[in-house]
């Protein structure tokens, strides 16, 4: 589904997926401050967009490209949101070891976040559903703060 018309015409989205391009072909030392659609910014939203959509390989593609040091150090919130939303879907393709780091990552940065978020919770649950204990031993420990066990 398109979301800027909320339709399947997909005129909108070669639209949007051009715009995305344009801002992404800068080069990496050029700034965009105080602009909302620098190539990072472009790519966080590609990230959610891609998880709205239901498209999770896109948007681990997406955040695999992502440098997430090329946000300024104050912007925690936003770097602990593109980890969960990454999280989200890597556990969503399987790739559970990816996502409980990715978790433990965002509970370093911003710990209330990782603890209240309901999707977060429900990608824990999920985690916990299916473990394998050897490739994810910090699962437990991380639900068991996060109070989902």
């Known amino acids: 589904m398109c979301l800027p018309c909320r339709t399947r015409c997909g005129a909108c989205c070669q639209h949007?997926?051009?715009?995305?391009?344009?801002?992404?072909?800068?080069?990496?030392?050029?700034h965009h401050r105080r602009r909302r659609n620098g190539p990072v910014n472009v790519a966080i939203h590609a990230i959610s967009t891609s998880l709205k959509l239901g498209?999770?390989?896109?948007?681990?593609?997406?955040?695999?490209?992502?440098?997430?040091a090329a946000l300024p150090v104050g912007l925690v919130g936003r770097r602990t949101q593109v980890s969960l939303d990454l999280a989200r879907a890597y556990a969503m393709t399987?790739?559970?070891?990816?996502a409980v780091n990715l978790l433990l990552a965002a509970e370093r940065l911003s710990p209330q976040l990782v603890r209240y978020d309901r999707a977060t919770r429900d990608v824990l649950t999920?985690?916990?559903?299916?473990?394998?204990?050897?490739?994810?031993?910090?699962?437990?420990?991380?639900?068991?703060r996060a109070g989902v066990i």
């Open 55 to 68: 498209d999770h390989r896109t948007a681990t593609q997406t955040g695999e490209a992502l440098d997430l």
């Open 126 to 144: 999920e985690l916990l559903r299916r473990e394998h204990r050897p490739s994810t031993p910090e699962l437990r420990p991380l639900a068991r």
């Open 94 to 98: 399987g790739k559970d070891a990816a």
């Open 16 to 30: 949007c997926c051009q715009a995305a391009e344009e801002r992404l072909s800068h080069p990496p030392g050029h």
